[in-house]
C-alpha cells in the first residue's frame, strides 16, 4: 500500500456521497500518491465536474489529474484506464444493484473484482477510519503456493491500512463443518477438524506476527461468518482476498470475495495473488 504512488478514484457525479474520493485523500495523505480522477461515461459532459473537484484536492495539497472515457463496459473502462495510467489501486464507491438486474446480470463491481490486475478499495460506508478496527479474512486450512503468498499480502496491506487509520488489525479464518462423507477422517470429526486448524492459526500468527488474541477461529461458510465478524468487531474495513475465478465455475459457484462484498456492512480491499495479477495483465496486452 505505501508504495502505491497512483491511485484511480472512480467518481459518479450524479451521487450525492462521494465515499471514493474520501478514501482516496485518506490514502494519499500518507502514501502521497497521485489521485487520477475517473468519469466512466460516453454520453454526459463533465469536464467542469472534474476540473471543480481537481482544483480542490489541487487546494488541499494534493496532487491531480482527471479524465472522462468510455471502452466497451464501466469495468472494462476502468481497467484500461489503470493500465494506461499505472495506478496501483482502485477506489470505487458501491452502489446496491437492483434485484432483478443481479439475478440476470453480473454486477459490475463483481465484475471488477474478477478482471482488475490490482487491489480493489470498494467504499460502502461513511463510517471514519480512524482508530477503527481492520479485519483481514484468510484461508489458514487452505496451504497451496497460490493461498500462501496471497496470505502474505493480505497481511502485508491490511497491517498497511491499520496504520493509515491508526488502528487495529483483527484476523479471522473459517473451518469446515464436520463431514460424515469426506475421505479424511480428520474432517469427520468436529474435534479433529477444530484441533488441526487451531494447530495451523497457530503457525500462522508466529509466521506473520499476529498476537493470538487478535486471531479469531469460527466453524462454517466464510461469505456468512466473515460479514457476522466484521459487525461483532465493529470494523470499518474488511481485507480479503480472490484467486479471481471467472468463467462457468465462477457463475456457478461464486467467489467468497463476491457473497462477502455483497453482505458485510463495512469497506471492502480486495487483493489477488501476484500470479493471478500477472496473468490479467498480460491477458489485458494481448
Known amino acids: 500500500m505505501q508504495a502505491i504512488r497512483n491511485i484511480l478514484v472512480v467518481m459518479t457525479p450524479n451521487q450525492p456521497e462521494g465515499l471514493a474520493l474520501k478514501r482516496a485523500k485518506l490514502i494519499a495523505g500518507v502514501t502521497h500518491s497521485r489521485l487520477h480522477l475517473l468519469v466512466c461515461d460516453k454520453r454526459g459532459e463533465y469536464a ?13 495539497g494534493y496532487d491531480v489529474t482527471t479524465q472522462q472515457a468510455w471502452f466497451e463496459t464501466f469495468h472494462d473502462t476502468i481497467i484500461q484506464v489503470q493500465q494506461a495510467e499505472n495506478c496501483g489501486l482502485v477506489i470505487k464507491q458501491h452502489f446496491p444493484e437492483n434485484p432483478l438486474k443481479r439475478a440476470l ?4 463491481d463483481w465484475k471488477l473484482l474478477r478482471y482488475c490486475p490490482c487491489p480493489v478499495l470498494i467504499a460502502k460506508t461513511n ?7 481492520v479485519l483481514a479474512a484468510v484461508d489458514v486450512g487452505n496451504s ?6 496471497l496470505h502474505a499480502s493480505l497481511i502485508s496491506n491490511a497491517h498497511e491500512v491499520a496504520s493509515i487509520a ?16 469426506a475421505a479424511d477422517p480428520t474432517f469427520q470429526l468436529r474435534e479433529t477438524i477444530e484441533a488441526r486448524y487451531r494447530e495451523q492459526c497457530h503457525m500462522f500468527v508466529k509466521e506473520f506476527e499476529i498476537d493470538e488474541q487478535y486471531m479469531h477461529i469460527k ?22 482476498g480472490t484467486v479471481a475465478r471467472t468463467g462457468l465455475s465462477g457463475a456457478l459457484i461464486g467467489n467468497t470475495a ?3 462484498l455483497d453482505a458485510v456492512e463495512t469497506d471492502v480491499l480486495v487483493l489477488k495473488p501476484h500470479d493471478v495479477m500477472m496473468h490479467l495483465e ?5
Open 48 to 60: 467542469q465536474f472534474l476540473a471543480d473537484a481537481a482544483e480542490s484536492l489541487q487546494n488541499d
Open 105 to 108: 446480470l453480473t454486477p459490475d
Open 127 to 133: 463510517q471514519p477510519w480512524t482508530g477503527g478496527t
Open 144 to 149: 497451496s503456493a497460490e493461498h500462501r503468498a
Open 166 to 181: 491508526k488502528g487495529t488489525l483483527h484476523v479471522f479464518t473459517a473451518h469446515p463443518t464436520p463431514m460424515l462423507s
Open 219 to 240: 466453524e462454517g461458510p466464510a461469505d456468512i461468518l466473515i460479514p457476522n465478524m466484521a459487525r461483532e468487531l465493529d470494523a470499518v474495513v474488511t481485507v480479503i
Open 258 to 260: 463476491e457473497a462477502v
Open 282 to 286: 498480460t491477458q489485458l496486452q494481448r
